[in-house]
Each structure stands twice: as structure tokens, then as C-alpha cells.
């Protein structure tokens, strides 16, 4: 790293989300990427260059998804530990409950704050193998993501955020105890919150009436929309399947569309649906003051930073450089 990106890396390292996504950008609204960890050498080699050109951009900030596997969790933090000390980049660390007790959370947190890694995003995490599934505690663990909150603000300096869901949580009975709930994380100390991936900007907009009209002092924080330029249909599909959200019947008819009726699925046709339905909720979501936009990018340059460039974003050429 240079002398003059080590000290901004330096300057990035200690700051909050909420600082970095309120202070000054170049572009229409600050944006922030999720990566997610890979499973070996190959795909970190990928993650890399991903991280790389993204890096150019200037995020607000990325974050790295924490999964269920050892040997994974184990890569996790060294890669997250990595984005924060080598590259330019605000890091926030994703923390599960799954399978974890407090002592071993607590050894986490520690492990991250080592690195220099002070923004987590709490969270409660879904039954391995099956993510709707029954939820088992751990016996020594946590049961909800606001107790991780607690938890995390007990050890230390640290800036939490939590989930929400648009289309509310897939084990809420109903979105009023879905918005209690996300009440509850934020008067636990959370100092935002990142959005599931939707498809219907519409949920977005009735998510933050709901959160504001609950409890006005939590819905002033920022309410960080979660996006993602569809670039398959079964990929999109197979998402909004394990996470208990939907594809809206006009999308998913737009998408079918495009696919054709030909003996195979027209990719790029899909692929550029995609991309203009991200930029389309994008632009209405800058339009509507959203305060950042969060693209789970699945360690992908290409279709991110397409939609980046069409609301006016300087991608600084990324698109001629991204090889996917
Ligand atoms: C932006 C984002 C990032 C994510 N990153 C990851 C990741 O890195 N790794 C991963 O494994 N998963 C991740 N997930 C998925 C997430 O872990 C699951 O959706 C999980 O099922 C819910 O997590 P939570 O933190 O919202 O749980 P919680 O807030 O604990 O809520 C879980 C359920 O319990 C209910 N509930 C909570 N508290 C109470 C209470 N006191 N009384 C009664 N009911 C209650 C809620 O309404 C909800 O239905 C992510 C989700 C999002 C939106």
C-alpha cells in the first residue's frame, strides 16, 4: 500500500458507518458492497480482484458475510481482518449467533477488534443446512440478534448495526412484531440497519414509514437498502427461496420475458433486465433520500458496477477492467 492510502486507510479504520455514509461524497449517494467468503484458494483469488476494483470507486464502506462452516468462519476473519488492514476500505465484520457461545462470540469480537475492525453487523444467522428450518440456541449462546447488540456495546468501542426486512423476517408472524423487533435492536444500541436484498422498492419505502411512525428517534437511523442486479434467473430465484423473501409477480414476469421461450434462456437478455430493474429501484431509491445503497455483489465487478455507472457514479473505468 502507499504512504498516502496507508493513512487514509488508517483514517477509515476507526470510523462509524453512520460517519462514513453522512460525510461528503462525489457522487448521488454514497454506496457500500458485500462480499461473502470464499471457499478456497481460487475463489479468494476472485474475491481479491473484486475487492480491488470496487476499492477504486471509493465505497462508503464494505462488509463480509459471516457463514456456518469452521474452516470458512476461520477464512472469514482472516479475509475481513485483511480488508481492513490492507486495503483503503471500512470494513464491518457480519457476527452470527449460530452455533457460537458467548464466550466464543465474545473471542470473535476480540479477534476482529484486533484487527482494527470496530463496525459489526449483529446478527442472529439461520440453522445451518437449512436456513428456514428450526432455530436451535446455542446451550452457552444467544437467541435474538438484539442480544448480540448487547453484548457487543458490553465489550467495547465498537459500531453495531442489525438486519431489517422489507418484506418483513420469514419467522415474523407479522410485519407490526417485525418492526417491534427491529425497534428493539435499535434502541438496544444498533446504530443502523442494512436491508435484506428486495426487489420491490415500494416495501423499502413502507419499512422506514413503519419503523419512523413506531418510534421516530430509532427511524431517524439509517435505514441502508440492500440491492442486487439480478444476472440469472435461477440464482435470483434460489435467493429469495433461502431467505424467505419474494420476486415480485411484475419483475419475474419481466425477467421471464426476457429469458424467451427458446430451448435455452437467453442470459443476456436476463442480465440486462437485471441490471436495468437495479438501476431503476436505485435511482427511485436516491430520489426518495435513501442514505446509501448496499449492493451484495456475490464477489462479482461486472453487473454492480454497470448500474453504479448509470446513476452516476464514477466507476473510474472499472467496467473496461472487471473481468466478471
Ligand atoms: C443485511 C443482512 C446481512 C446478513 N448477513 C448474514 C450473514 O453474514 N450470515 C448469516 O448466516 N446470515 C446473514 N443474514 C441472514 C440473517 O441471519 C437471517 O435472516 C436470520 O434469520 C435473522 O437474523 P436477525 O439478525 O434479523 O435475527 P433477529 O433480529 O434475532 O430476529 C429473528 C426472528 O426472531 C424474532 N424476534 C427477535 N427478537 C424477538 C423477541 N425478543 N421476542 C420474540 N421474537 C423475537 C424476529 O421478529 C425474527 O422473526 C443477513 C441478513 C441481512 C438482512
Not at 438484539?146 to 418483513?168: K, Q, W
Not at 417491534?180 to 442494512?194: D, H, I, M
Request: aromatic fraction near 6%; glycine fraction near 8%; charged fraction near 25%.
Amino acid at each position: 500500500m502507499s504512504e498516502r492510502n496507508e493513512s487514509t486507510a488508517v483514517a477509515a479504520r476507526g470510523q462509524s458507518v453512520v460517519e462514513r455514509i453522512a460525510a461528503p461524497h462525489s457522487g448521488p449517494v454514497p454506496f457500500s458492497v458485500e462480499f461473502f467468503p470464499p471457499r478456497d484458494e481460487a475463489a479468494e483469488a476472485r474475491l481479491w480482484r473484486a475487492v480491488r476494483v470496487f476499492e477504486r470507486m471509493n465505497p462508503a464502506f464494505v462488509s463480509m458475510t459471516y457463514g456456518a462452516g469452521g474452516t470458512t468462519r476461520d477464512r472469514t476473519v482472516r479475509i475481513a481482518g485483511e480488508l481492513a488492514t490492507e486495503t483503503t476500505l471500512l470494513t464491518i465484520a457480519h457476527l452470527t449467533a449460530v452455533n457460537h457461545s458467548i464466550d466464543e462470540l465474545r473471542a470473535l469480537v476480540g479477534a476482529y477488534a484486533d484487527k482494527g475492525i470496530v463496525n459489526l453487523l449483529a446478527l442472529r444467522g439461520d440453522p445451518p443446512g437449512d436456513p428456514l428450518g428450526t432455530w436451535t440456541k446455542h446451550p452457552q449462546g444467544v437467541e435474538y440478534a438484539s442480544e448480540l447488540v448487547e453484548l457487543i456495546d458490553s465489550l467495547g468501542d465498537f459500531h453495531t448495526g442489525v438486519a431489517s426486512f422489507p418484506e418483513g423476517h420469514h419467522r415474523s408472524p407479522d410485519l407490526a412484531s417485525d418492526t417491534e423487533n427491529l425497534v428493539r435492536k435499535l434502541r438496544a444500541g444498533a446504530e443502523y440497519s442494512v436491508t435484506q436484498v428486495f426487489f420491490d422498492v415500494d416495501d423499502y419505502f413502507r419499512l422506514r414509514d413503519r419503523v419512523v411512525a413506531a418510534d421516530p428517534e430509532q427511524g431517524a437511523k439509517p435505514l441502508i437498502p440492500g440491492l442486487m442486479p439480478i444476472t440469472s434467473l435461477a440464482t435470483a430465484r434460489r435467493m429469495t427461496e433461502l431467505s424467505g423473501s419474494t420476486i415480485p409477480a411484475d419483475v419475474e414476469k419481466r425477467l421471464v420475458e426476457a429469458a424467451g421461450d427458446g430451448p435455452e434462456e437467453d442470459k443476456a437478455a436476463i442480465r440486462q433486465v437485471g441490471i436495468d430493474l437495479c438501476t431503476e429501484m436505485a435511482q427511485r431509491l436516491i430520489d426518495e433520500g435513501a442514505p446509501c445503497l448496499h449492493f451484495c455483489s456475490l464477489n462479482f465487478t461486472k453487473a454492480t458496477s454497470e448500474v453504479l455507472e448509470r446513476i452516476g457514479i464514477d466507476t473510474r473505468g472499472a467496467l473496461e477492467r472487471a473481468s466478471v
